[in-house]
């Protein structure tokens, strides 16, 4: 546990030049935008889960150019140290970036006096909510993650970013259609009904996370266990 702890920390630190104050005020500015919007916390999760994706590449980055993956061997980290490891810091960094978002997002719903809504939604709804969205993009985070651990990150780039593209533009027109008249009126009162059952949509979402993750991490495994460095 102690090199596993370790190797999650190595990726923490790696990434954090890249979170520099004028990044990170762009996606507080964009969270609260969305926010008071669309007078819901779920569209913040979604920029904090976005912000988490654009930035598990990163570690792949510098270990590719520094040949780090011939360096962890050297420390002793074997393989399935480092893919397990990955999976970890990539779980976490999605936690702390929902948190992020989510705590200046509740600051201007209060600010703006839209709290009073948001406070009368049951937990149960807003995990939900939440799990569903973090499902989308723990989708295109299992599909980036393997094909890094296969091919590296020069290589991959611009391949697994699609899926992300994809994903971002499909939930951007939901959430900017389904409170309006722009969804059909059958297609908002399904998916309102479907997401007013937090915990139906919390138990679905969680097995399907787990699922994807498992195989993505299998996947990521066989991947790096066949690369030579």
């Given at each position: ?83 397990k490891?990955?999976?970890i ?107 007013n ?33």
């Amino acid at each position: 546990m102690g090199k596993l702890g370790a190797f999650v920390r190595l990726d923490f630190v790696t990434i954090k030049p890249y979170f520099t104050a004028k990044n990170m005020l762009i996606y507080v500015a964009l969270a609260v935008y969305m926010a008071i919007f669309s007078k819901s916390i779920t569209s913040s999760i979604g920029i904090g889960l976005m912000l988490a994706t654009l930035n598990i590449g990163y570690p792949f980055a510098l270990g590719e150019k520094s040949n780090m993956d011939a360096l962890y061997a050297t420390l002793g980290a074997d393989r399935k140290t480092v893919v397990k490891g990955r999976y970890i810091f990539s779980l976490l960094l999605d936690a702390f970036a929902i948190v992020f978002v989510m705590v200046f997002s509740l600051i201007a719903l209060i600010i703006m006096g839209f709290f009073g809504g948001f406070a009368g939604v049951v937990l149960t709804e807003i995990l939900g909510a939440t799990l569903a969205i973090a499902v989308l993009f723990m989708f295109v985070q299992s599909i980036q993650i393997p094909i890094f651990f296969k091919f590296g990150y020069a290589k991959a780039r611009l391949f697994s970013i699609l899926p992300f593209f994809l994903i971002s533009a499909s939930v951007a027109f939901f959430v900017m259609n389904a409170q309006g008249s722009g969804m059909p009126e059958g297609v908002n009162t399904s998916v309102q009904n479907f997401m007013n059952n937090g915990l139906a949509v919390a138990a679905a979402a969680i097995i399907i996370l787990a699922a994807m993750i498992l195989v993505s991490y299998k996947l990521s495994l066989s991947f790096y266990m066949k690369r030579e460095f």
